[in-house]
């Protein structure tokens, strides 16, 4: 495809505009607009303006990230089943978000918590990846990050046991699924600043991380600093999935399945694959989360809905990549 870029500008703005006219209280397009604006039916702009448009910009955010942050991922571990949650910062917002609701916190509280929880336990990572001599010190990394994952589920497993039953067990659950009907501009503006550093560190090296994806000694032959780089990209793919876990919960498959699909896109090159990443992430969570919104007259959690879409879309395209391999086997 030859510009799928600006295609893909097109259709984020499509949704988007869908997402504002979508819902219980109908609303035109013209209105929509005009309400954008400030004007019009009094109703109708604050729906738009206040309750709508928040949590469509929420969707275009959460979803770029969690694309972006996978696409960074796959190529640095150079294996496409590597998501945004390889090292355990999804577990570990997690777990400090259970923590905030478990003690009553207000919701700043928690969504800094969560905040905290996801970079502390990916520098636990680090820092056991340091102590830990291994020849493959990324396969070391990844061990770490899948056994502080399976601590950090068994603790807030426990805190659910623990919670009362009838006020914060209910909140828990809510959240580790995944939603993001609580988003205000408030919290995009809290996150918003982590996420667009962690794009500007990832996009300043984009052709560094493209020869990434070349063994170790040619990309040492280039010049390029592997570990020191394999550290930026962890740190910027950390940064930027724990701002928006801690705005949305615990949404998956959009930072392993989006990748794929922007790779058959716009190629294999980082730089190339990033804005488009980023552009089909935000674009395929608002339309999500514009269905949850439809399909139930209950607000229906974004992870269960990611799931049952990327699930079966990931094994038809891990069924045509196979198809195609054996196509081009002599």
Request: hydrophobic share 55%.
């Amino acid at each position: 495809m030859k510009h799928p870029i600006a295609l893909l500008i097109a259709v984020a703005c499509a949704l988007l505009l869908l997402a504002l006219c979508t819902g219980a209280y109908p609303v035109s397009v013209p209105q929509a607009l005009t309400a954008l604006l400030g004007q019009g039916d009094a109703t109708t702009v604050q729906v738009v303006q206040e309750l709508r448009l928040p949590r469509a910009l929420g969707a275009l955010l959460v979803g770029a990230a969690l694309a972006a942050a996978g696409s960074a991922y796959q190529l640095l571990f150079k294996n496409p089943l590597v998501s945004p949650d390889i090292l355990g910062v999804s577990a570990g917002a997690s777990l400090g978000a259970v923590c905030g609701l478990f003690l009553a916190w207000p919701v700043f509280a928690v969504q800094a918590s969560a905040f905290a929880g996801g970079l502390l336990t990916v520098a636990m990572v680090l820092l056991l990846g340091r102590l830990v001599k291994h020849a493959d010190h990324q396969l070391t990394l990844v061990l770490i990050g899948v056994v502080l994952a399976a601590l950090a589920g068994a603790l807030t497993s426990m805190l659910k046991i623990l919670a009362d039953p009838y006020e914060q067990l209910p909140a828990i659950t809510f959240w580790l699924l995944g939603s993001l009907s609580g988003v205000q501009y408030n919290a995009l503006g809290h996150a918003l600043p982590w996420v667009m550093m962690a794009c500007v560190v990832l996009f300043a090296l984009r052709w560094k991380i493209s020869a990434l994806s070349v063994s170790e000694d040619e990309s040492k032959s280039l010049g390029i600093r592997t570990q020191q780089l394999a550290l930026c990209v962890i740190v910027a793919a950390t940064l930027m999935t724990s701002a928006v876990v801690a705005i949305a919960g615990a949404i998956g498959w959009v930072g392993l399945i989006i990748p794929h699909v922007a790779r058959q896109i716009g190629g294999a090159n980082f730089a190339r694959n990033l804005p488009v990443s980023m552009l089909m992430g935000g674009a395929f969570l608002l339309l999500v989360d514009t269905l949850a919104r439809s399909l139930s007259e209950l607000d229906l959690p974004l992870g269960t809905l990611t799931a049952m879409v990327g699930a079966p879309g990931f094994v038809y395209l891990l069924a045509r990549r196979n198809a195609g391999n054996a196509g081009g086997t002599p």
